[in-house]
């Protein structure tokens, strides 16, 4: 920990809890606190420097060789050594390739990966996106009520990821499972060691599942995504190793569908919520992709990231020092109001929402940003114009993942009438 804490306010820095109850449940009225009152602080809970305002978030993301990525996927505070133990001995061995690597290692990694994601690609994909919506609709969607995330938002986008990877729909709950245990033992932090050594385990399991499916494509290519990335070879003609490879498809299969998991419930929560804006949609489908943008801007699936200050500095005026670990508040720079006017207040027609740092910025940009998009869009076209009058079920108290990172209710009921 650094001894600079007492130069830090005090009053928002002990205050600062990401994993409490009330931040889990709405952390927008602290983050408004410490924009105005500390923009960046010293949190000793997680021994991070908090930086709550746009332009110095996006100022981090644009320079990597001062803001390494490099602690972006690592534990958010040191686990037990159960649970260190646990996840050695389970054989997990992940290298650094995108979201926690920095130029020229992750040039090289995001050009072979880019691959997948381009706009062709995703075009391509629209219409099974389309029918997968349609089907799960006219399967859950039964007798005036169902569940929106847990009966629909918590499969579609995995079903989704798995025809990009070429995966079989049998092995969703593996993968649901692995995804949970990444989020409480990276981004969380469970006070019981059973709880920090059975996460670990279970994170150790899912790094072998992504093994297992390297290996299988080098014994046999398909014609996949993952199948492409094992055998795609770089300019000088050289290919990742498998070890690399492994992590590509681990963090794919868990960021491809949890955080549209979270955008889309996000989206409906919010929209349902503000029947004015629900209703225009309905009667002007082309407000949607802007609504969508406003809905990351608003309500972030990820509303922090990290990186770790390479040399002693300065930030807002804050002195950093150096191997200093920043959690940057997407959620807070989302809702800055010298970038967005008013903006606590969902505005689908708002003119700049898709200035937005939902998605990082810079070298680091989320690479599936347009497949997340794009899922977002069809679903709210579906259901916009299949239910016009969905609508919340009322007084229902919302739940979110207990993690730092990466927000989205957990379960959402829904109702309509006929």
Known sequence: MFAAVAEQPDSIGSRFDPLGESYLADPYPFMAEAREAAPVFYSERIDHWVVTRYDDIRSVFLNPPLFSAINANSPLRPPCPAAARALQEGGFASVRTLANADPPAHTRVRRIVNAAFTPKRVAEIEPFIRATVRRLIEERFLNGHADFVRDFAWELPVLVLFRILGIEETEIARVKKGSWNRILFIYGHPDNEADQVGAAHGLAEFWRYAKSLVADREREQRDDFTSALVHAKDENGERLTAQQSATVVLNLLFAGHETTTAILGNSFRRLLADRQAWDNIVRDPSLIPNAVEEILRLDSSVIAWRRRATQATRLAGVA???????????????????????????????????????????????????????????????????????????????????????RGPLSLPVEWDG
Do not use: W
């Open 320 to 406: 950093i020092p150096k191997d200093a670990n920043l959690l940057l508040l997407l959620g807070s720079a989302n809702r800055d109001p010298t970038v967005f006017a008013d903006p606590d207040r969902l505005d689908i027609r708002r003119s700049n929402a898709k200035d937005h740092l939902a998605f990082g910025y810079g070298v680091h940009l989320c690479v599936g940003r347009p497949l997340a998009r794009l899922q977002a869009r069809v679903v709210i076209e579906e259901l916009s114009s299949r239910f016009p009058g969905l609508r919340l079920v009322p007084n229902v108290k919302y739940e979110f993942p207990p993690n730092v990172s990466f």
